[in-house]
């Protein structure tokens, strides 16, 4: 669940594959056998990472070559991959990849990172690794890091800039988006907790109250905010890219702080997105767009990115609901056999037709199947791993792909595919692997506790 735009293609595709009609019921799922597949292939991404762009923030699967985000390594990837290492019980390799970010990862460098992804996937790697793990030197780096993004927070409103230099605390970047000013607390919390640095929490929770007071009348937010004026400069609303997980961290902040600020806040706009987002068309129920002020519709698109939202209702309580929106999200993967990036779904015709292996439909899969024990969410996660592996693998990886039509793969393999994406397979095969209501997952899946 995070706040990753999508590029829409110019041109629509239009759906010339019926809507899967109801079949015989799916012959039972082997949960044993699937969470064996699901780690032998998360072995493989991992392997190939290994070999190929060891070091290195993400590897290129195609060209089999290492990519670094900003011309010098983060290790984006063996941080975000560490707490599914130790998930999975692979503890050789957690082992080598712990060694490898105690020696070598280093935030004193001259670069402009951008806050949002850096925070939900480093200091929230960090912080979930330190806490399975006891290794004390992650939480020394979170908290050096968590201190080089604090100059983010200082602006006139309190929403943070989008970019900070890790060295110099140069911020840039004042046109912002609810998911980016509001998917702090999480991380910025339990570090504040963990260190006994209050700072930490006030930062966040100051930016997050800020993107809610400056919700419309009707409580919905916008797509896109000024960080110094506090003015909104795209009134466009979803639950989708550059809002999505500003809800999600509504309900978590409540499930993991009991901060009663943060369910005032989670009441009053998950109202308002059942209000004016949901779109009931022809007996199925989907989120669309709206503005933020009228309410109107203003698009009828739903996509990978808003598939998280199933999960957050069955987490929130509202499983009913969550039932429903999973099936419409089921029902767009199943059209070309993989999810497109983004549907119409009243014309069921693709509006961008990439798929970068996202791992928000098979969250909300993993969490419905918690709820309900419905053995059909383990058939449907069946259905998607086995698509996953037909179209994605590659001989060094996973690759994204250009078009779920031509299944043209992209040379392609973000961390988050095993940050989240296999983590989430393995839960719902294989759910013992932790206590689901210890546990709260920020975006992008690393599990955080309330150990304070």
Known sequence: MKMRFAFHAICAIALLVPAAASAAPPSPVDSAAMAARVKAEFLHA????????????????????????????LLMTPVDALDTLVLMGLNREADEDRALIDSKLDFDKDIDVKVFEINIRLLGGLLSGYQLTHDPVLLKKAEDLGTRLLPAFDSPTGLPYRFVNLRTGKVHGTVSNPAETGTLILEFGTLGKLTGKPVFYAKAKRALIATFERRS????VGAGINVETGAWTDTDSSISGGIDSYYE???????????????????????????????????????????????????????????FFPGLLALSGDVKRAARLQDSSFRMWNLYGIEPEVLDYRAMKIAYDGYALRPEIVESTFYLHHYTHDPKYLGMGRTMFDDFVKYCRSDAGYAALKSVVTKQQKDDMESFVLAETFKYYWLLFHPQSLDFNAVTFNTEAHLLRRTW
């Open 249 to 307: 961290y509504l309900w978590k902040c409540w499930r993991l702080f009991g901060d009663k600020d943060c369910l005032r806040m989670w009441k009053a706009s998950i109202s308002a997105a059942n209000r004016y987002l949901a779109d009931d068309f022809h007996g199925e129920l989907w989120y669309g767009h709206a503005d933020m002020n009228t309410g109107r519709r203003t698009a009828t698109e739903y996509g990978a990115l808003d598939a």
């Open 46 to 73: 991992w392997n190939g990472y290994r070999q190929y762009a060891w070091g290195h923030d993400e590897l290129k699967p195609l060209s089999k070559k290492p990519f670094d985000w900003y011309g010098q390594s």
């Open 217 to 220: 009348k009707i409580g919905l």
